[in-house]
Structure formats: C-alpha cells, structure tokens
C-alpha cells in the first residue's frame, strides 16, 4: 500500500493514482472522473460500527495558495450554504461572540422533560440539572426560547475558554440519550488514532492537536476556534464548536492542510475530524479530504438516523467539494 506521505511529497498523478486505488479503493472509472474535475465521494470502513469515515477528492484551477488566502478570510470561507448560523471566539472568549446562538424551538419544546440517559439534546448530567432547575417552565414559548439562549451563550464561553485553558480534558462528557459518561475526548482520541491516511504522516499536526494547548505550531499557521449551526437534511439543526487549523507542513513544501476538530455538538456525533489537503497540481489544485465522525447510539430500524445521517454527509462531502472548486473557500 503506497503511503500517503510519498504522495503529499510527488503530487504527481501517477501517485495519486495509485494512492486512490491502493488505500482508498478508487477503480479505473471513479480515476477517470477525478481527472475529468468531478468530486468523488466514498464511505470508508471503520473498525467501530458508531464511526462513519467519508473520503473526497476534487481537482480544482485555484492555485493551493491562492486557495488557502480565501480559506484565512475566515469570516467569509466558513459560511456555506447549509450553515444557518456562524461566529467566530474572540481570544479570550466574550459573549458577544456568541450573541447570535439561537436554540431551536424544536430543541426548546423538547428540553423540560431532559434527563440523565433521557435527553435529546447532547449535554453533560450538570448542565441538564442547571436547566431543570433554574428555567421558568411555565413561560411562554418564546420566552423559554429567550431563557435558554443566554444559558446557552454564557456555557459555550465559559466552556471555549476551559478548552483553551486545559485542551481536551475540558471536552464535553455526554449524558444523553443512550449515552451515560461518554468523554468526547476519548472518542476523539479514537478517530485520530484510526485515521491513517494523513495524520501518522505529519506527526506535529497530530501531536499539536492531540496536545493542545500545550505545544506550538511553526510560524505562519493559523487556528480559531468557531461555533455554527449546520442543517443536513431530515435531521436536527446542529449547533456545534469547532478548532480548526491552517498548516504547512515545513516536510512538505507542495501541501498545505486544513484539520478542523470538533469540541462540541447537540446532536448526533461525540466527536467529527475533518482534514483537507490542500496539494499543488499543475495547474491548480488537488483537494483531497477525509472526514471522520463517530456517532451516538443511534437507532436503526425504521427511523434508520444512522443510514440517514450518513447518506446526509456523503452528499454534503460532494457538495462541499463543488462548491470549493470553484469559489476557492
């Protein structure tokens, strides 16, 4: 199996091809329609049946560093078609950062009869203890709406700035449905040790994001931390937390990488990793990105929310793909 370390070096077609077909198990057709500047889309296997690994990968006529100044803008590459909301957290965090939080109404009507093990918002025992008690149940609607956006707003700032103070050990332990003390810390521990195809070939990116805050990366890289609500369709709105990273790697002078990982969501994933590489190609760009997120215990069935989440992602993977082929974000 040719290592992806070779290719991030030679970027040549002959190696990303046979990458493609070796490890990913891309055949002659799906080759030719990469070359062709159609996204391709695959569902990898995973060892845990709660993980869902989705790999793609686009050409694109945008030079990697014209791509990746559009990428820095930040406030304007992270808003996508899907995402309803969007802020990005001051350093420290300030709740004005987050003034724009929304809870969904659906979330709200759902919230006064959370529990432990009974919840179908993702959250930790203390929080849904917090709320039980400290809402005023008997208001209207919208104002229980209003109630709990502050709660909300004041808990994502206190927890951002636990994150950036003690790294992982700060990450949510999730108490809700199906889930009793589940540390999105290990799960997230878990996806970066199962994601072979990039990160055991740059091992400061690994190191750095598995370490944090207690590490550097080299000058020129970029990090913040973002909060956003994502809609995929037929599921929940997701209101998660997000660290993304822009690094170029000094070992690879053709590649820049872009990993985002998820600290927090309400609904669905304990943990996601996402990981663009950004690979110079003559002309433009290959994207190749590799995402990995590791499920509740979802049920299956007829509601079937795994089957449908993950078709979800795959297509939002494609669309994603398109989108930045031709808008360079």
């Excluded at 046979?18 to 080759?31: K, N, P, W």
């Excluded at 079937?304 to 989440?309: D, E, F, M, P, S």
Aim: with cysteine; charged share 20%; proline share 6%.
């Amino acid at each position: 199996m040719l290592p992806l370390l070779l290719v991030l070096q030679a970027a040549t077609p002959a190696q990303l091809s046979t990458f493609l077909r070796q490890s990913i198990g891309f055949d002659a057709q799906q080759l030719a329609t990469v070359e062709r500047g159609e996204p391709v889309v695959k569902v990898l296997e995973t060892k845990d049946r709660r993980d869902v690994a989705v790999f793609g990968i686009i050409t694109t006529p945008v030079a990697r560093q014209q791509y990746v100044r559009a990428l820095r803008d930040f406030a304007a590459s992270l808003r996508t078609p899907g995402r309803t909301q969007l802020g990005i957290f001051s350093n420290p965090a300030v709740e004005s950062d987050v003034a724009a939080v929304t809870i969904n109404a659906r979330d709200v009507a759902d919230m006064k009869n959370c529990k432990p093990g009974d919840c179908v918002v993702k959250l930790p025992a203390t929080d849904m203890r917090r709320i039980h008690d400290e809402m005023n149940w008997s208001a209207s609607p919208s104002d229980l709406q209003t109630q709990l956006n502050a709660y909300a707003r004041h808990r994502l700032v206190e927890y951002v700035t636990d994150y950036r103070t003690r790294g992982d050990s700060a990450m949510a332990i999730y108490d809700d449905r199906g889930n009793l003390n589940q540390r999105s810390s290990e799960a997230f521990a878990a996806q970066l040790a199962e994601s072979p195809y990039v990160y055991e070939n740059v091992p400061s990116l690994r190191k750095y994001l598995a370490a944090y805050p207690h590490g550097s990366l080299p000058a020129g890289a970029a990090e913040i931390l973002f909060w956003s609500e994502d809609v995929l369709p037929r599921l929940r709105p997701i209101l998660s937390v997000t660290h993304l990273v822009v690094y170029a790697p000094p070992e690879l002078p053709s590649v820049t990488l872009v990993a985002r990982k998820q600290i927090y969501a309400n609904h669905y994933f304990e943990t996601a990793v996402d990981l663009t590489c950004v690979i110079d190609r003559d002309p433009g760009s290959y994207l190749l990105v590799l995402r990995r997120f590791r499920f509740d215990n979802l049920p299956g069935g007829i509601l079937n929310i795994r089957g449908r989440a993950i078709g979800a992602l795959r297509d939002q993977l494609a669309l994603d793909l398109r989108r930045q082929q031709t808008t360079g974000n």
